[in-house]
């Protein structure tokens, strides 16, 4: 698996992580759409300067990067300095994800997780945007446990 990159331009200058603990998890709460497509939604955001989430990712499991992993993102009020956001496309108040979605969602958490580690150090942890905020977001269907469940499998053995 590889991540798609999109080189979008953003119109505000980003700003480097200086902490990074979570992996927050959202959805799109829309059809199946592109990291331009919402790159263009968060533009008209006052002050975002474009896409919030470093990673999308869609119905048929490409992922496709937004802000460059090593920003602060805006996808999480009080997070967003100490966070990765990753986004699936799509509305999970409505529907599941798709199994690629959610391979490449696996695949995706542990690559990041493999550049934030370092020995005594526990790995990041991986939460809804829910857990932070006032919102449903990523959605009452989200498979959580099963997200989890494939997260402490080993890599290649399911
Ligand atoms: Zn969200």
Redesign the pocket.
Known sequence: MQIRETNLRFTRRLVNRRTTTQI????T?SGDVSADTVHSWHLRKAGWGGIGYHYLIRSGGDIERGRPEKVRGT??ARANSTSI?I?LSGNFSQTRPTPRQMDSLVWLIRDIRSRYSSPGKPALAVVR??DL?A?E??GLLFPWNELHRLLRQTPGAG
């Open positions: 927050v998890i959202h959805h709460a996808h999480a956001a986004a945007h829910a905020s919102t977001c990523p």
